[in-house]
């Protein structure tokens, strides 16, 4: 029987080096003299980060030290899906920043039916929030990647490559 190989493409990030950037975020919160008295919160859930503060410029600056933190710590920018912000009671203003994981259904039928049209000898399948990507032949595979990761700047999510076998 022949062997074949495969690989998983995903979208995801690592939880822990979001929480330390979020951490480093609030620390330079109290340090930085522009935003020590804005009285600033971020709260971490599970699919989302909240952001309040004093103002806008405040909150700007915040999503900027965001995104700063994120990046030196190799978070793809991608994963924060900033919604608007709104105001909350006494002058300050709240934003949600939505946490994204995972390739939604109609972004993975898109990149399935890419893949088979460009390149035949491949097999792939919808994994719930992941793709397989199937093929007796490991340059098919490399192919595949080379393929996606040139897709990836059009994409509103980052991809990662697992489980290569």
């Known amino acids: 029987m022949a062997e074949s190989f495969s690989f998983d493409v995903v979208s995801d990030f690592d939880r822990q080096e979001l929480v330390n950037a979020v951490d ?7 340090q930085r003299y522009d935003l020590k008295d804005s009285a600033t919160t971020l709260e971490l859930e599970e699919a989302s980060l909240t ?3 004093a103002s806008d410029m405040t909150l700007q600056a915040v ?5 700063q933190k994120a990046t030196k710590r190799n978070l793809s920018l991608k994963i924060f899906d900033f919604q608007d912000p709104e105001a909350v009671g006494g002058n300050r203003v709240k934003q949600e920043v939505k946490l994204r994981k995972g390739l939604s259904q109609e972004l993975a039928k898109a990149l399935s039916k890419q893949v088979r049209d460009a390149i035949k000898k491949v097999t792939v399948a919808i ?8 093929s007796k032949n490991k340059d098919d595979l ?4 080379q393929l996606l990761k040139g897709q990836e700047e059009e994409l509103e999510v980052a991809l990662q490559f697992q489980n290569y076998r």
């Open 51 to 53: 952001i309040t503060t």
């Open 142 to 145: 490399q192919q595949v990647i």
């Open 24 to 30: 480093q975020v609030r620390r330079e919160l109290v």
């Open 63 to 67: 999503g900027d030290v965001l995104r």
């Open 127 to 134: 994994q719930g929030d992941s793709l397989r990507v199937t």
